[in-house]
Antibody, heavy 122, light 107 residues
Framework: EVHLLESGGGLVQPGGSLRLSCVAS????????MNWVRQAPGKGLEWVSG???????WYADSMKGRFAISRDNSKNTLYLQINSLRAADTALYFC????????????????WGQGTTVTVSS | EIVLTQSPATLSLSPGERATLSCRTS??????LVWYQQKPGQAPRLLIY???NRATGIPARFSGSGSGTDFTLTISSLDPEDFAVYYC?????????FGQGTRLENK
């Protein structure tokens, strides 16, 4: 069964940094466009960043500069580095296989992890 | 970035009734519009992709329609398990964006 498992969340002070990880299993990770989506407590879904199979990256306009997505295909792992954390970054962070085009692997068959919680507080 | 506006914010209906949820985009997204369902404590579940294609395992009571900038998710006859929050999302261009969600509640 296709599976994504996020980790790396926790309680961080404002101004701190975190690196989130997402390990994929039971599918050809290197062939998939991967994404991070976050959800603040009681709020809606907010797309954060995506990376395609060639390593090209995209970010939500509000995320540019402090967020960095990367992948290690040898480890079937997706990463999200978040710097200069703010209280507004407090959220559940999901990784997901969101394939934008019919030619992308997994098109029409999103897989989501269960998320890792980031809390920014002093 | 493309802005998605969902309406209504909350929809109160009873089981067996028909639900119509709207999503409007700030510019054309062709047919690259998807719908998700999210229940408390769960990850979102893909319902509809390419405006009208049901994802694997999604019941036929869910249908999508629309084009360009106006899209609709219809649930023909509400089942008790359908009460949840629904999000539209565009994949026409980066950055991918979501609507703010419609909460479908049991009247």
């Amino acid at each position: 069964e296709v599976h994504l498992l996020e980790s790396g969340g926790g309680l961080v002070q404002p101004g701190g940094s975190l690196r989130l990880s997402c390990v994929a299993s039971e599918f050809s990770f290197s062939n998939y466009v991967m994404n991070w989506v976050r959800q603040a407590p009681g709020k809606g879904l907010e797309w954060v960043s995506g990376i395609d199979i060639h390593g090209s990256t995209w970010y939500a306009d509000s995320m540019k500069g402090r967020f960095a997505i990367s992948r290690d295909n040898s480890k079937n792992t997706l990463y999200l580095q978040i710097n200069s954390l703010r209280a507004a970054d407090t959220a559940l962070y999901f990784c997901a296989t969101i394939a934008p085009r019919p030619s992308d692997s997994g098109y029409g068959m999103d897989v989501w992890g269960q998320g890792t919680t980031v809390t920014v507080s002093s | 970035e493309i802005v998605l506006t969902q309406s209504p914010a909350t929809l109160s209906l009873s089981p067996g009734e028909r639900a119509t949820l709207s999503c409007r985009t700030s510019q054309s997204v062709s047919n690259y519009l998807v719908w998700y369902q999210q229940k408390p404590g769960q990850a979102p579940r893909l319902l509809i992709y390419d405006t009208f294609n049901r994802a694997t395992g999604i019941p036929a009571r869910f249908s999508g329609s629309g084009s360009g900038t106006d899209f609709t998710l219809t649930i023909s006859s509400l089942d008790p398990e359908d009460f949840a929050v629904y999000y539209c999302q565009q994949r026409s261009s980066w950055p991918i964006t979501f609507g703010q969600g419609t909460r479908l509640e049991n009247k």
